[in-house]
């Protein structure tokens, strides 16, 4: 069994890995340009700000949309994990951002944040 979502969802487990974008929120804008992330994950790009989508089912039987944004040399700013929000999982829905226990804490990209949303 794959680890669990987060510590701070301790009975979400991935339970299919899609790796894939579709969602069924709305539309990307044309000012965000395509490319092609690690993993085939499909992503976005927009003054110098990248994001990566994926959906994942879990074992609480709902798919997750999981929003992963980045810049090259420091965090993104509020404004922009607000914006990713509103683009990539909506306005009118919610998002959580998990801050783990030191033990459980993983860090593959330094100037990352991540937003998790149920679909």
Same mark, same amino acid.
Request: net charge neutral.
């Given at each position: 069994? %794959?680890?669990?979502?987060?510590?701070?969802?301790?009975?979400?487990?991935?339970?299919?890995? %899609?790796?894939?974008? /579709?969602? !069924?929120?709305?539309?990307?804008?044309?000012? &965000?340009?395509? $490319?092609?992330?690690?993993?085939?994950?499909?992503?976005?790009?927009?003054?110098?700000?990248?994001?990566?989508? %994926?959906?994942?089912?879990?074992?609480?039987?709902? @798919?997750?949309?999981?929003? %992963?944004?980045? =810049?090259? @040399?420091?965090?993104?700013? &509020? /404004?922009?994990? !607000?914006?990713? !929000?509103?683009? $990539?999982?909506? =306005?009118?829905?919610?998002?959580?951002?998990?801050?783990? @226990?030191? /033990?459980?804490?993983?860090?593959?990209?330094?100037?990352?944040?991540?937003? &998790?949303?149920?679909?």
């Amino acid at each position: 069994m %794959s680890p669990p979502l987060s510590p701070c969802l301790p009975n979400l487990r991935r339970i299919a890995d %899609s790796r894939a974008q /579709e969602t !069924k929120r709305r539309p990307v804008p044309d000012c &965000w340009q395509p $490319f092609q992330g690690p993993y085939g994950l499909g992503g976005y790009e927009r003054d110098g700000l990248r994001v990566l989508l %994926s959906v994942d089912r879990m074992d609480d039987g709902r @798919r997750w949309l999981h929003v %992963s944004l980045s =810049r090259a @040399r420091a965090l993104p700013t &509020w /404004e922009d994990l !607000k914006l990713a !929000k509103d683009i $990539f999982i909506g =306005r009118n829905h919610e998002a959580v951002q998990v801050l783990p @226990r030191d /033990e459980d804490y993983v860090n593959l990209m330094p100037y990352c944040l991540h937003l &998790w949303s149920p679909e």
